[in-house]
């Protein structure tokens, strides 16, 4: 402490009395501040401690320490940095710092998770140390990541994942995991960059269930996130369309094209009633996307579904179904009541407004079972039968045939008289306008054609042709049908549809021979002129037998209107529909359906001359048959 001169001239102007015990304790002041120097080691006073700050940088997982310069007046010999653990006593010594200036540490061995009491000693020449305050600090803590997102793309057939970024120290790897419905754990990936957050799983199969997870390895931990499910489906193919064409017995299907990964193939997929599912087609085109299933069975139901094949065994992704028709059942209409008779032959005739008319012949249900006379005619929009030509009783084997046009039905059918009997029926006065009978011996008439003169001829099962006018005026028979066929052999005729002009214009005829022997049979075509019928120019038929375009005991014929249309009906009750254009030769078998049976779509061919078919000018094919009823197919 530095002497301070003592003022005496103030001191003589103090009052003596009422001062003097003052005076004794300034003099006694001012003798004490004349001390000795302080120069002990160990006086806390000239070794001051420091102050000590700690920080945690959690990323770098280390606690950064940082004090005041030590200032006293003892030589300076280090800063020794301490720690503990807290709520122990056992110190460590951190470091020994010599230099007085370096008021810092960095202490990079913490754990995670922990709690520690770090103070700085300074220590001077003579060894005496003085304490820091001590300070409590909490260590940085490890912590999994959270898994942000997992989302699956079924276009692409992967799984992308997307974590957070790990912030802690001491960073080792992210682990990517994956486990499925009664499968083990797996490890997918190992990521060793703490900034690679994305990772795309292109191996999950579609339409399965995934739990996920990522596990983070950092300061000796092993951490996992939370898990999230996860799976995708393929996207989906739609069927936009089946057209069902009776035309060409044909099913148009267009689809989609498929979005997704792996693409093997599309598979086009058919069942019908009673039949599994098979494939028509396998197409390997992604981009080609329609399919036409040709061949097809009329009045059946068909189910089409189309597959996107995938190379994954067993994946595959399916359009909706769709189904449809051609020639399906539009009707059955029941033939009115006969009282106690039943129908033995029937004929069909559509005028040129397509109104139907229905010929029949009938016999008795009684023990004695006779043919009951004349022919039954039912008109349109009407319940109840018309009988005409009673004079005349059928025969019990005789088809009818009918035929409409100019205002009149024409009918014939053999007379137990061993004639055939061919008669004009007026349709507005509904009375016969005229009848003649025809001495054909055992010939039983084989069809009937209205011309537009209104003048009709019939051709029997021997090939003869008769032609009446108008008026019912006969021409002589002609054997000129006879004489161009192949053999005699081939007779009988059994049934003959013609195109309008047969014995004026040289339009197509068909007909259709049933041998004897019933070893083969043919559908022909033949050219009519006004003078001579040309021999036989093309076999229709692909031969005997059950097969498309074969025929096996055919009974019955029709036309469509357009003349390009052949209907078949055979005595299995099979129809079938075969190409009659002449420029389309090559095409002839187009389709099917049917079979022998009382049942919808079904025909009950017996007796075998009560059927009969008609065509109407849209296409409509009306089959009667034994069960007296008369189904209608719609194209």
């Not at 004349?374 to 025969?395: E, L, M, N």
């Not at 420029?583 to 187009?590: A, F, K, L, T």
């Amino acid at each position: 402490m530095k002497r301070k001169a003592i003022d005496l001239g103030m001191l003589s102007r103090w009052p003596l009395a009422r001062h003097r015990t003052d005076l004794v304790a300034l003099l006694f002041f001012l003798v004490a501040c004349h001390d000795a120097p302080r120069d002990n080691p160990f006086d806390p006073v000239l070794t001051p401690a420091v102050e000590l700050q700690v920080a945690l940088d959690d990323t770098a997982g280390t606690a950064a320490l940082t004090w005041t310069q030590y200032e006293g007046q003892q030589p300076f010999r280090e800063y020794r940095v301490l720690r503990r653990i807290a709520d122990r006593i056992q110190e460590d010594t951190l470091d020994h710092i010599a230099a007085v200036d370096r008021a810092s540490f960095q202490d990079t061995t913490i754990a995670p998770d922990r709690e520690y009491v770090y103070r700085v000693e300074v220590v001077n020449q003579a060894g005496f140390a003085a304490k820091s305050q001590e300070v409590a600090f909490r260590s940085f803590q490890v912590r999994g990541v959270e898994l942000l997102e997992a989302r699956g793309d079924g276009r692409q057939g992967v799984i992308a994942l997307r974590w957070q970024r790990y912030r802690g120290a001491d960073f080792s790897r992210y682990e990517v995991w994956r486990r499925a419905s009664g499968e083990d754990p797996q490890r997918l990936q190992s990521v060793a960059e703490e900034t690679d957050t994305l990772w795309v799983d292109d191996t999950p199969l579609p339409a399965k269930e995934y739990s996920y997870w990522v596990k983070t390895l950092a300061a000796d931990k092993n951490l996992e996130s939370q898990r999230r499910e996860v799976s995708y489906e393929l996207p989906p193919i739609e069927l936009r369309a089946v057209v069902f064409s009776s035309e060409t017995a044909t099913a148009g299907l267009s689809w989609t094209r498929y979005q997704g990964p792996r693409f093997a193939g599309y598979e086009v997929g058919r069942r019908a009633e009673g039949i599994a599912e098979q494939v028509v087609a396998d197409i390997p085109d992604i981009e080609r996307t329609t399919y036409t299933d040709s061949l097809l069975d009329g009045n059946t139901e068909y189910i089409y579904r189309v597959l996107a094949r995938t190379s994954w065994e067993g994946i595959a992704v399916a359009s909706a179904a769709q189904s449809g028709r051609f020639y399906g059942l539009e009707e059955v209409r029941q033939l009115p009541g006969l009282t106690i008779n039943e129908v033995q032959a029937v004929g069909l005739a559509l005028d040129e407004q397509d109104q139907l008319y229905v010929a029949v012949s009938a016999i008795s249900t009684t023990t004695a079972r006779v043919m009951g006379p004349g022919i039954s005619i039912q008109y349109p929009a009407q319940r109840a039968y018309r009988g005409f030509f009673t004079a005349i009783t059928p025969d019990r084997l005789s088809p009818v045939y009918l035929a409409a046009g100019q205002g009149r039905l024409y009918v014939t059918a053999r007379t137990q008289a061993d004639s055939i009997l061919v008669g004009a029926v007026q349709v507005e006065g509904q009375k016969v306008s005229w009848t003649r009978q025809v001495d054909a011996g055992e010939a039983f008439p084989a069809g009937i054609h209205a011309e537009a003169d209104g003048a009709c001829w019939m051709v029997d099962t021997q090939g003869m042709i008769y032609r009446f006018s108008a008026e019912g005026v006969p021409e002589a028979p002609s054997d000129r049908l006879r004489l161009s066929l192949e053999s005699d052999t081939a007779l009988p005729l059994r049934h003959l549809v013609v195109g309008a002009g047969v014995a004026l214009g040289g339009l197509d005829q068909f007909f259709l021979l049933t041998p004897e022997r019933e070893r083969n049979h043919l559908i022909g075509r033949t050219r009519v002129s006004p003078t001579v019928i040309g021999g036989k120019s093309f076999v229709y038929d692909d031969g005997v037998g059950p097969g498309n375009g074969e025929t096996l005991n055919p009974l019955i014929l029709a036309y469509d209107r357009s003349r390009t249309r052949l209907m078949v009906l055979e005595a299995q009750g099979r129809l079938q529909v075969l190409n009659a254009a002449p420029e389309e030769v090559p095409r002839r078998y187009i389709t099917k359906w049917g079979r022998f049976g009382r049942g919808e779509g079904e025909f009950q061919i017996s007796p075998p001359t009560a059927v009969s078919i008609v065509v109407d000018s849209q296409g409509r094919i009306y089959v009667a048959d034994g069960e007296e009823r008369i189904q209608v197919f719609a194209p």
